[in-house]
């Protein structure tokens, strides 16, 4: 039932995350990599938090947290992305 939950949460902490930052063309769409980025988005906010003792070991972040963690993954996307699509100078 937890995966089932993580899930959920994921996927509108995605939808909330793609509202907080400006869209380009190179982050992902659709509701299935919406809800992977919150899924991570989650695991990346659990970790940052475990790691600066926000959380106990059997405790994850919750919808803030996986919010926040899922514009942190979707602002290094859009970085990395920027930088694949860029022509080399000449």
């Keep these: 039932m937890s995966v089932i939950w993580t899930i959920i949460i994921g ?3 995605g939808i909330i995350a793609k509202f ?3 869209g380009s063309r190179n982050e992902p769409s659709g509701w299935v990599l919406t809800a992977i ?3 991570v988005g989650a695991m990346v906010a659990t970790y940052l938090g475990r ?4 959380y106990g070991p059997g405790q994850g ?5 996986a919010v926040v963690g899922a514009v942190i993954v979707l602002l290094v996307w859009g ?3 920027s ?3 860029a ?4």
């Design 37 to 39: 980025l919150g899924i």
């Design 83 to 85: 930088r694949r699509g």
């Design 51 to 54: 790691a600066l003792g926000w």
């Design 20 to 22: 907080l930052v400006p």
């Design 79 to 81: 970085f990395f992305a």
């Design 11 to 13: 996927l509108i902490a």
């Design 61 to 65: 972040a919750g919808l803030i947290g």
């Design 87 to 90: 022509s080399p100078p000449t």
